[in-house]
């Protein structure tokens, strides 16, 4: 538990990117007396990152409120349902239903812009002589698709340096879902054009969030902190014992 008695504050990134995209959130939660942690997140699977991530917050002592972006979102549906996860928090992030894969739900809505800026690279697959798929942005296009309202220099550098997501991801069903019992908050970034924002709302609304809406890009984190902040603090006051 963090100096304030507050709960730790546990940040989990997406796919293409990595905890770095978390960079102006961390110093401003720690600057609040609240002890923060932002794994590396595999982007491997959705059961294995999940087990990860569950894993890394049962080694917290104490009550953890649990962040998720993008496709960390549908990691913390899953690995939020440790006992110690008191809240959870969606940045432009999937709420899945539980026995829900990521591409069902993606699949009922319109593509967005990601759809048609994709890179499929195999990846040798240890132990199996069949490559896994690693999935990623074009560089060119990451930008305009992911951050195009993050100053240019960054997120050029962001581009180059893509924490791909295997494809596995996409069609693993979450076992289960922890927004049924756990308090959660949900960030819609309302100019995304890497997740339909209808794909963000619809997802909060069936999991009964609080919502906002923000107009930002994907990575709300860099674009609008503030934002960000301001919920993350929300959750931890409501969940604070």
Known sequence: M???GSPTVVL?????????????VIPELIARGLDVVAPAVPNRSLLGDSAYIASIV?????????????????????AGAEDNVTALVYLAGYALEEGESLGELQ?????SDLAGALVHTPFPVEGST???TDVSVEIDKFPSVFA??????LAAVLAVSQRPLAAQAFAEKAPKAAWKTKPSWGL???????????????????AGMTTVEVDSSHLVMLAHPERVIELIEEAVRATAH
């Open 2 to 4: 963090s100096r304030s």
């Open 12 to 24: 989990v990134h997406g796919a293409f990117a990595d905890a770095s995209g978390f960079a102006r």
């Open 58 to 78: 049962r080694g917290i002592p104490g009550p953890v409120v649990l962040v998720g972006h993008s496709y960390g979102g549908a990691v913390i549906t899953v």
């Open 107 to 111: 699949g009922g809505f319109p593509d």
């Open 130 to 132: 069949t490559p896994g």
């Open 148 to 153: 195009a309202d993050v100053d240019p220099g």
């Open 188 to 206: 819609v970034a309302t100019a995304d054009h890497t997740i339909n924002p209808e794909v963000e709302r619809y997802g909060y609304t069936r």
